[in-house]
């Protein structure tokens, strides 16, 4: 039997507030060696709004901030991609290291921290192209000698399901692991 819709009518204001951000960060983990094939939980989503600042190293703080700079520049996206703040600092012309900031400890100790995440569920070309959102003319180059093109469309696509699945799923989570009290 399917999980019951969740109604925003018996939620408090905290679960509230949680269960429906103005945005989510989406950043990736390593495939596991393991699986050959089908999908795997590589998809990391928080909601960087509602974590507090202070509690964790100053390059994890850091890269909070630099995802909210970026949600700010551009509201329309409800999940953005690490991958895409990372290539928007890089327009900028800056980057993570010359910003002095260890951006895969901050996102390993995020992965590891006691806030709201969910783990997703990516398929291999699901995780390629949350490896490579933002990267221009991004090409993937196949076992057979070929390559291909990776549209924006595959990306945007992406964003659209992953999206609508957090829309979903998150609500829920929120109420099954936020006390009502």
Request: one cysteine or more.
């Amino acid at each position: 039997m399917p999980p019951q819709p969740v109604n925003p009518a018996t939620m408090t204001d905290t679960q509230k507030a949680l269960a429906y951000p103005k945005y989510w960060l989406l950043f990736g983990r390593e495939w596991p060696v393991e699986v050959k094939s089908g999908p795997a939980e590589c998809g990391v989503a928080t909601i960087p709004g509602f974590i507090p600042r202070g509690h964790f190293s100053r390059d994890t703080d850091q890269v909070l901030d630099t995802v909210g700079a970026y949600a700010k520049q551009h509201p329309d996206v409800r999940l953005v991609m690490f991958g895409e703040v990372s290539h928007w600092l890089g327009d900028a012309n800056t980057d993570w290291a010359s910003m002095g900031v260890d951006w895969e400890g901050a996102l390993e100790e995020l992965a590891n921290a006691p806030i709201p995440q969910l783990l997703l569920n990516l398929n291999q070309w699901g995780h390629l192209l949350l490896s490579t959102i933002g990267i221009p003319k991004q090409y993937v180059h196949f076992p057979d000698g070929s390559r291909r093109l990776v549209e924006r469309s595959e990306y945007e696509t992406l964003r659209a399901q992953l999206t609508t699945l957090l829309e979903e799923e998150w609500p829920r989570y929120i109420v099954d692991t936020v006390p009502a009290s």
